[in-house]
């Protein structure tokens, strides 16, 4: 898919001013700081798309953005910054979790786990969530350029094995780098995939 257009709509801290969810929608989530803003950008082609940043936290809101008009990208809030008041990390989950069960235009979460670490609680936490909410969800592992390609493939390996050990069917499993583009075709070739099951009537009835 060729990105034409790729335009900030509005950001929300509730479900309710969202855009009406009359286009298919794809959401990013994970961790604070694993790189979500940054893999938009990167997709986009657009480096000051979506606002990134070194320290964790830095995205509080939904952000939507329309895509060549056809379709939307959402970049989310982390889950997980450890630095945040309890009050805080409480008002994050009710943003991601309002979000998530209040979007029927939602065709999948892009669900971002840094490649670099072992599995981590709070995504096993958020997968079964997902799982428990059929969610349908594919998993992305960000920051490849970090690493070399024998370890990739060994902590790839080792994520899969843990999976197993929940999951009977695993998802689409891309790995991604928003320093030197691995993974954008694949991530677009899925969202232009997935558009062609978008059912508008079903949803806007
Ligand atoms: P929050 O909005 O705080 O939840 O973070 P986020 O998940 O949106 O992360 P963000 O895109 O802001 O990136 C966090 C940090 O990781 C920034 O310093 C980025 O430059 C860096 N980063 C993100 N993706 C990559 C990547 O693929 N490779 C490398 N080397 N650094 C990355
Ligand atoms: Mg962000």
């Known amino acids: 898919m060729i990105i034409r257009s790729a335009d900030f709509v509005i950001s929300n801290s509730d479900v309710k001013g969202c855009p009406q969810p009359r286009l298919p929608e794809y959401a990013f989530i994970g961790r604070s700081n694993v790189g979500k803003s940054s893999l938009i950008n990167m997709i986009c082609q657009r480096s000051k798309l979506a606002k990134t940043s070194g320290t964790p936290g830095k995205t509080q809101l939904i952000n939507h953005f ?114 030197t583009g691995l993974g954008r075709d694949e991530i677009l070739n899925y969202i232009e995939e997935t558009n062609k099951s978008f059912d508008f009537k079903s949803i806007n009835r």
């Open 66 to 179: 329309n895509i060549n008009t056809d379709w939307f990208l959402v970049d989310l809030p982390g889950y997980g910054y450890a630095r945040a008041s309890k009050d805080q990390r409480k008002e994050f989950s009710r943003v991601i979790t309002d979000y998530i069960g209040g979007r029927p235009n939602l065709m999948n979460l892009f669900v971002l786990i840094d490649i670099r670490l072992e599995p981590q609680k709070i995504d096993n936490e958020f997968l079964q969530w997902l799982g428990e909410n059929a969610i349908p969800f594919v998993l992305i592992f960000t920051k490849c350029d970090k690493l070399g390609t024998n370890q990739i493939q060994s902590n790839l390996a080792a994520y899969k094995r843990h999976l197993k050990q929940v999951w009977d069917e695993l998802p689409p499993l891309f790995l991604s780098s928003a320093e």
